[in-house]
């Protein structure tokens, strides 16, 4: 049953495919230029994780990469803390 709403759906896409007489080109629907951004993929990345519940990070290099990891672990609750360690049974 699935697979066939698949293939009408894809059916439905070949159908109503339209060439025009432009070479081709890749674009990006992150930003609204066209072209590809490493922030808007980021800023994607951090909106899909806000709506999973997902914690996001911004990793900064001004600050060193332990400090980066400890912040991460922290949010995550995954510090080896006596509390989180009772709390998880270890």
Request: charge should be positive; proline fraction near 2%.
């Amino acid at each position: 049953m699935e697979q066939l709403r698949e293939i009408q759906m894809l059916s439905n896409g070949v159908n109503t495919f339209h060439s025009a007489d432009q070479s081709d080109r890749w674009v990006c629907n992150l930003s609204s230029d066209g072209v590809f951004h490493v922030n808007a993929l980021r800023t994607q990345i951090d909106r899909r994780n806000m709506m999973s519940g997902e914690v996001s990070i911004k990793w900064t290099h001004e600050v060193p990469l332990k400090v980066n990891y400890f912040i991460w672990r922290e949010k995550l609750d995954r510090l080896p803390t006596a509390c989180a360690l009772t709390r998880r049974g270890i």
